[in-house]
Nanobody, 118 residues
Framework: QVQLVESGGGLAQPGGSLRLSCAAS????????MSWARQAPGKGLEWVSG????????YYADSVKGRFTISRDNAKNTVYLQMNSLKPEDTAVYYC???????????WGQGTQVTVSS
């Protein structure tokens, strides 16, 4: 059974930090590119960051570049999103996504809430 389980969300103050984790199971993690997306209240889904299957390449939306860092540990089947210098506009539900390097298979997690407020 395929599972992507996000954790690490919560409440942070502006300027603070959070680290999201996404633990994967049920598929060959090292054969999948991973990404994070978010959905703010009343808005559409926004892609945030991605990392290639072996971690060799990373990508960021302009809105988070320089503040967020994506990484992965293929031995632990986990992808991370380190979020620094958080802003109120970072408030959203954050989802991780796995996309097969070959083919079109993709999986989504259930999401974790991040709220940035003083």
């Amino acid at each position: 059974q395929v599972q992507l389980v996000e954790s690490g969300g919560g409440l942070a103050q502006p300027g603070g930090s959070l680290r999201l984790s996404c633990a994967a199971s049920g598929f060959t993690f090292s054969s999948y590119a991973m990404s994070w997306a978010r959905q703010a209240p009343g808005k559409g889904l926004e892609w945030v960051s991605g990392i290639y299957s072996d971690g060799s390449d990373t990508y960021y939306a302009d809105s988070v570049k320089g503040r967020f860092t994506i990484s992965r540990d293929n031995a632990k089947n986990t992808v991370y999103l380190q979020m620094n210098s958080l802003k109120p506009e970072d408030t959203a539900v954050y989802y991780c996504k796995a996309r097969a390097v070959v083919g079109v298979t993709a999986y989504w997690g259930q999401g974790t809430q991040v709220t940035v407020s003083s």
